[in-house]
């Protein structure tokens, strides 16, 4: 059964403290690695996609990277509209996508 | 620009009545999604479509029935609700697939079942 593990379940940060996400997947025949952004409230938001191992994707204080067994989500230099809960998401061969728990990050000023 | 629209946002049912959820996008989208979403959990999916007409079974979709007869448009009903669905029910639109990754989401609709 495919499995996707976010750790910590929550973390709080300072403002300007960066930190990573980890999320450890078993998908079959893995076919893309997704990461969401979730606001309180609201339904998740895109934020990367990554097909193979040693990829990196930026976006403003975000960076995703991938390896074989795990997916990370760098945030460098927080700030408090980083505060969110991020999303990791397996596809699998048959186009199955597999979701996380997520991870709560709440950044404080 | 309103992408994914749900609606209700809020409903209070009790055991054994029927309701639908409505989802409705304006980006073109051939396929549709619902997820459910409950605490501790990842997003489960319910039932999806890849185009108008056309519906098939999730994980889990015990308990719901859905239809498509527009391509804009994807129903969610309960026929008979229980505890077990109180949730948050996320609907989903994209146009390719799961193929890049990027499913575009409702606000979604916070069912209680007393």
């Known amino acids: 059964e495919d499995q996707v593990t976010q750790s910590p379940e929550a973390l709080r940060l300072q403002e300007g403290e960066s930190s990573s996400l980890n999320c450890s997947y078993t998908?079959?025949?893995?076919?893309?690695l997704f990461w969401y952004r979730q606001d309180p409230g609201k339904g998740p938001e895109f934020l990367f996609t990554?097909?193979?191992a040693g990829e990196e994707k930026e976006k403003e204080r975000l960076k995703a990277t991938l390896t074989k067994k795990e997916s990370f989500l760098h945030i460098t230099a927080p700030k408090p509209e980083d505060s969110a809960t991020y999303l990791c998401?397996?596809?699998?061969?048959?186009?199955?996508?597999?979701f996380g728990g997520g991870t709560r990050v709440l950044v404080k000023p | 620009n309103a992408g994914v629209t749900q609606t209700p946002k809020f409903r209070v049912l009790k055991t054994g009545q029927s309701m639908t959820l409505l989802c409705a996008q304006d980006?073109?989208?051939?396929?549709m999604y619902w997820y459910r979403q409950d605490p501790g959990m990842g997003l489960r999916l319910i039932h999806y479509?890849?185009?108008?007409?056309?519906?098939a079974k999730g994980e889990v979709p015990d308990g719901y029935n859905v239809s498509r007869l527009k391509k804009q448009n994807f129903l969610l009903g309960l026929e008979s609700a229980a505890p077990s669905q109180t949730s948050v029910y996320f609907c989903?639109?994209?146009?390719?697939?799961?193929?890049?990754?990027?499913?575009?989401f409702g606000e979604g609709s916070r069912l209680t079942v007393l």
């Open positions: 989903a639109s994209s146009y390719a697939g799961t193929l890049t990754g990027e499913l575009f």
């Open positions: 980006m073109n989208h051939e396929y």
């Open positions: 990554l097909y193979s």
């Open positions: 479509s890849v185009g108008e007409g056309t519906t």
């Open positions: 998401v397996g596809r699998a061969a048959g186009n199955k996508l597999t």
């Open positions: 998908v079959s025949g893995l076919r893309g």
